[in-house]
């Protein structure tokens, strides 16, 4: 029998195969005027340490910068009505383009709904990026 079972957590992870290089999503994925246009308005800079916030019609996500390697990986917090998670993202080159990687980790196993809204939530911003991407020089 565990007893950590209480602290234990989940997390949400999307992949997706995406036929652009790393530097071309890195940018979707740091620059505020693309971020704004897949996901929510921000302060974002890709500063180790830098808060910034993502704002919406609904409220506001706070954020905090925790890893920046350009074109490989880019974490920051996510805290949001009580939910208190971390943001992976991992670009891997996979031929001609890249393995895009995203987990948010730190779901309690009493933010059910938190849980279901984020898998559902990405989904979507994963659809608005690949619009982004196309686009985008």
Excluded at 105 to 112: A, H, I, N, T, V
Aim: glycine share 6%; charged share 20%; aromatic share 10%.
């Amino acid at each position: 029998m565990s007893t950590h079972l209480a602290t234990e957590t989940r997390s949400v992870v999307i992949e997706r195969e995406i036929a652009y290089p790393p530097e071309k999503i890195w940018r979707a994925l740091t620059q505020p005027h693309l971020i704004q246009e897949w996901l929510m308005k921000n302060d974002f800079k890709p500063s180790v340490d830098h808060r910034f916030k993502l704002t919406a019609d609904w409220g506001a996500v706070e954020c905090q910068v925790l890893v920046v390697e350009p074109n490989q990986t880019l974490s920051y917090t996510w805290a949001a009505y009580g939910l208190e998670s971390i943001v992976t993202w991992t670009l891997t080159p996979a031929g001609t383009g890249t393995h895009l990687r995203m987990e948010q980790s730190g779901f309690k196993p009493e933010q059910e709904q938190a849980y279901q809204g984020a898998k559902h939530g990405w989904q979507q911003f994963f659809a608005n990026l690949e619009k982004v991407l196309v686009r985008a020089d």
